[in-house]
């Protein structure tokens, strides 16, 4: 303890991914820091070598290997050589760091993590967004079953139990957890969150609108990853539908990777004048291009995964269209609308319906703007945050 009182609490992030990406945990990864140092909290990130730096995060990445680079999204066979890389890079970070808190995300964190902690005898926190197993059979990488998944399944269940505190986004991620061996006490539900000030209700652009060719048009937004995973494919198969009962609906897909898959699909299906694809956006830039929309969409098919894009629709004020599914559920609540998971159909019915009811559209942008106000604030949650960790560093033996 300083002569001035306690020293600040310091918390080693551990990032094992190209940060930062302009999406999903990178951008809980970024909110958590950015909120824990206007409570004092000094953290430090350490991540692959590739990525973007960002100027008010610190951020150590890992010595790169030649010839081999993390994809930007999804698993691939030489990121756990990348994995070695940044657990190296961890260890040499924190002999200099002296962190209180070991803080990983995704299940290599934890693998990472746990190594690190007997040598720092510090608390162990992990963040999962979803399942390890799950993941790697949206993306192809794992069958969905057989011999190889239930490996898998066995080590994610073995990684869970490791940290000495499991963040978890929603109370479905808690029930998972609890079921495959993680003691109750060891839990903890911290949501996604948004911060309000970036992403805010805003007049739409009249100049980006014009440039896109969007004007006359009731815009549907989508702003996220382009995978079949998140719902891409049937979003695009919606979209015939929509357009057919609503001649001047118009689609803005925002995100990466794949543009180039899409467009072909969008051609496949002669959807050209109806969907706009403009590619990654900027984090910093993400408000202004949501503002052109009349409603947001997430047909993402994960039912474990966290779905942090509709706290920013939330926060924009914009009715949203969702599937129905537990994590959906916790987010948007009662003002939700909600379509079954993977029925095509069903998700052109609710989109037609938010588009021609304008009025009803904007009570529930309302709504879901002071639902994002009242439950997932940053500062808010970013002091849970900081008083977990405190308690961690006040009763937990090392390990």
Known sequence: MSPDGPEPLRVLVLAPTPFFGDRGCHIRIYEEVKGLAALGVDSTIVTYPSGRDL???????????????????????TRPLLDLSLWRTAHRVARRFRPHVIHAHLHEGIAIGTRLRTSLAVPLVADLQGSLAGE?????????????????????????????????????????????????????????????????????????RAQLGLVG???????????????????????????????????????????????????????????????????????????????????????????????????????????ETPVNRELLGDQGIYAAVGDADALAQRLVDALKDAEGGRRRGDALRRRAEDLFAWPVLAARLATLYRRLTATTPPR
């Open 217 to 323: 048009k009731r815009v549907v937004v989508f702003l996220g990853v382009l995978t079949p995973y998140q719902g891409v494919d049937l979003l695009l198969d919606a979209a015939v539908r929509v357009v057919a009962d609503v001649p001047d609906a118009h689609f803005l897909v925002m995100g990466y990777p794949n543009e180039d898959r899409y467009r072909d699909e969008i051609r496949a299906r002669g959807l050209q004048a109806a969907v706009t694809l403009p590619g990654r956006i900027p984090y910093d830039e993400a408000s202004r291009w949501l503002g052109l929309g009349q409603v947001g969409v997430s047909p993402k098919q994960s039912l474990t995964e966290a779905n942090g894009k509709l706290l920013n629709y939330m926060a924009c004020g914009l009715p949203v269209v969702a599937s």
């Open 55 to 77: 100027p008010d995060v610190r951020i150590h990445r890992a010595t790169s290997i030649p010839g081999i680079r993390a994809r930007e999204l999804g698993p691939s066979w």
């Open 136 to 208: 790697l059979v949206h993306h192809g990488f794992l069958p969905n079953r057989g011999l190889r998944r239930r490996l898998v399944q066995q080590i994610e269940a073995w990684l869970s139990r490791q940290p000495d505190l499991v963040l978890t986004s929603s109370a479905h991620g808690i029930t998972w957890l609890t079921e495959h061996g993680v003691p109750a006490a060891r839990i903890e539900a911290l949501p996604d969150g948004v911060e309000l000030e970036r992403f805010r209700p805003l007049p739409p652009d009249e100049a980006l």
